[in-house]
Nanobody, 125 residues
Framework: VQLVESGGGLVQPGGSLRLSCVAS????????IGWFRQAPGKEREGVGC????????YYADSVTGRFTISSDNDKKTVYLQMNALKPEDTATYYC???????????????????WGQGTPVTVAP
């Protein structure tokens, strides 16, 4: 399994970014894809998760209403649309995969089998 994130960069507060997570080496009929972030000097934080079979999405309270997770199963790609970005959203963002969709129920525990290398996001004036 290989996961490749992209789309990170520098954005001003209030701006938007869309991150992508492309999966290869996996089937995409059923899977849990989680998004996580880690800021320098801080613990990894779960952002949310999607079950690709039915599109059920789970979000952390800190991003609810601002971030949206979606998937394009034909492309084996999951997106993280981030709007109304704040400086505290600055972090390296990672996606993670697991064949068991139930992993999404407790995505914040981070018990995914495979992880991407991360893409950095900086929110600053």
């Amino acid at each position: 399994v290989q996961l490749v994130e992209s789309g990170g960069g520098l954005v001003q507060p209030g701006g938007s970014l869309r991150l992508s997570c492309v999966a290869s080496g996996v089937t995409f009929d059923e899977a849990a894809i989680g998004w996580f972030r880690q800021a320098p000097g801080k613990e990894r934080e779960g952002v949310g998760c999607i079950t690709v079979s039915d599109g059920t999405v789970y979000y952390a309270d800190s991003v609810t209403g601002r971030f949206t997770i979606s998937s394009d199963n034909d492309k084996k790609t999951v997106y993280l649309q981030m709007n109304a970005l704040k400086p505290e959203d600055t972090a390296t963002y990672y996606c993670a995969h697991d064949d068991l969709e139930s992993v999404c129920w407790y995505y914040y525990r981070g018990r995914f089998t495979s992880w991407g290398q991360g893409t950095p996001v900086t929110v600053a004036p």
